[in-house]
């Protein structure tokens, strides 16, 4: 949501801590595109006021580079950001 936004709304850090004291479940959803799909700002969504935060790309980009990053803190779709954002 944050890419199709164009930053508008945000992504957050999603960390899970451990109880000791009472048992967590989990329970994980996901949705995943074709690795071929594209993924970017809205269109109606950029003007010249508000230019493009972040440049297209495929979901096997995304999928790439956030497996590769490890538990980096930092977001990964700021390997994304357009050049001149």
Not at 7 to 27: G, P, Q, T
Request: charged fraction near 25%; charge should be negative.
């Amino acid at each position: 949501m944050q890419v199709i936004s164009n930053d508008r709304y945000k992504s957050v850090l999603h960390r899970a801590v451990v109880n000791c004291e009472k048992e967590r479940m989990s329970i994980p959803t996901f949705y995943c595109p074709s690795p071929d799909a594209v993924i970017g700002p809205a269109e109606e969504l950029i003007d010249d006021e508000h230019p493009a935060v972040y440049r297209n790309f495929t979901y096997a980009e995304y999928h790439e580079k956030f497996w590769n990053r490890g538990l980096a803190t930092e977001c990964c779709l700021d390997m994304f950001k357009a050049s001149d954002a």
